[in-house]
């Protein structure tokens, strides 16, 4: 109960002041803290798209072995597939 004991403590005066500042100072920020935060948005937006882009050349190139060592498998006139 520390926080509620805090808050009875600063009356309300100090609560009401906080109210109100933040009522009238959250619309004025918010473009600004995001305009901010765009450029760090779309870089995360890009390494994911990289990453992607990635691995799927990776599960490419791996598919493509596992089909050439399948390939050489029954080429192989040992090889017996029931």
């Known amino acids: ?3 509620l004991d805090d808050v009875a403590k600063m ?3 100090k609560g ?3 109210g109100i500042s933040a ?3 959250v619309p004025v920020l918010i473009p600004f803290v995001g305009s901010a935060l765009r450029p760090l948005v779309k870089a995360v937006i890009k390494g994911g ?3 992607c882009t990635k691995a799927r050349q990776v599960a490419c190139e791996a598919k493509d072995g596992v089909e050439d060592m399948v ?3 029954k080429s ?3 090889a017996s597939i029931h």
């Open 49 to 51: 798209m990289v990453a």
């Open 23 to 25: 009522v009238v100072l």
């Open 16 to 18: 009401l002041l906080v």
């Open 1 to 3: 109960m520390g926080l």
């Open 11 to 13: 009356g309300w005066g």
């Open 71 to 73: 390939a050489e498998v």
């Open 76 to 78: 192989e006139p040992s």
